[in-house]
């Protein structure tokens, strides 16, 4: 917990993601406007998103859909350009890359990030297929790379799939802490926007007491972080900043903020 109010600098931070266009090599990839245009259609969001006053940003190839458990050279190293260009000089970044969390350290490390994202416990039917992450090759690889400023987020309740097996959320997050030493915990609904329940929020809360910090990772909105920010430390939020709330949209200064003014309205 105190490494998290370290890196942040806030009770309760709100971490803005920073949608990335899809990268060359995928198929929703545009050759125009390339990636000139997409630097700067991500630069417009940074700007409207530091201005509201976002305690941070994580960067995320968010449109490389259908996503996929391995990155590509291609992938990696245009992601890592964008980022370079991109990483702000005033607030904490992070990175996720979806779903390959060896490409996400590794940009992560390359660009100077703070934090990261991933799904890094439990096995997962999913939209891509069986989902079995490693923990050990990822925390041997920041070891390797002598990056362990790099703080991970275990997300342990993801998107786009549902566990195998029985086990609660309490015994995933209990076991995650236990096994893994995450930096901080992440729950979601069950996909980009999607509320999670309030209960399963308080659970993974409970099972980890006040020494690992838990955050809302989807579905975050004015409408609804009072309430969810009264048991989690901290939001990872996306969707609800972009106009109309609509996740491939451009980010809408007017929600970013709206959204903080219900934050720092209870910190």
């Known amino acids: 917990m105190n490494r998290i109010k370290a890196l942040f600098g806030e009770k309760k931070p709100v971490i803005a993601m920073a949608h990335i266009p899809a990268l060359p090599g995928t198929p929703r990839y545009q050759a125009q406007p390339g990636l000139e245009g997409m630097v700067e ?89 069986l989902w079995a992450p490693d923990a050990h090759q990822v925390l041997t690889l920041r070891h390797t790379l002598n990056a362990e400023s790099i703080a991970i987020l275990f997300n342990i309740a993801p998107e786009f799939c549902s566990p195998l097996g029985n086990r609660s959320i309490t015994q995933r997050a209990r076991s995650a802490v236990t096994s893994s030493t995450p930096d901080g915990l992440l729950v979601s609904g069950l996909m980009a926007g999607a509320e999670p329940d309030l209960a399963a929020l308080q659970e993974a809360k409970q099972a980890v007491g006040d020494d690992m910090p838990v955050f809302l990772n989807t579905g975050a909105k004015p409408s609804n972080i009072v309430q969810f920010l009264s048991v989690a430390d901290g939001v990872i939020v996306g969707s609800s900043l972009k ?21 720092r309205s209870i910190r």
């Open 243 to 263: 106009m109309d709330g609509y996740t491939w949209n451009p980010v809408d200064p007017r929600r970013v903020q709206e959204f903080m003014s219900k934050v």
């Open 41 to 129: 259609k991500v630069r417009q969001d940074m700007h409207y998103l530091i201005e509201g006053g976002v305690d941070a940003v994580m960067f995320c190839n968010e449109d490389d859909r259908p996503y996929s458990f391995h990155a590509t050279p291609a992938q990696v190293s245009a992601m890592t350009r964008i980022v370079t260009e991109l990483r702000p000089k005033s607030i904490p970044f992070g990175v996720d890359f979806l779903w390959d969390p060896i490409a996400a350290l590794s940009i992560a490390a390359a660009t100077g990030a703070s934090f990261m994202r991933e799904v890094l416990t439990g096995v997962y039917e999913s939209d891509m297929g």
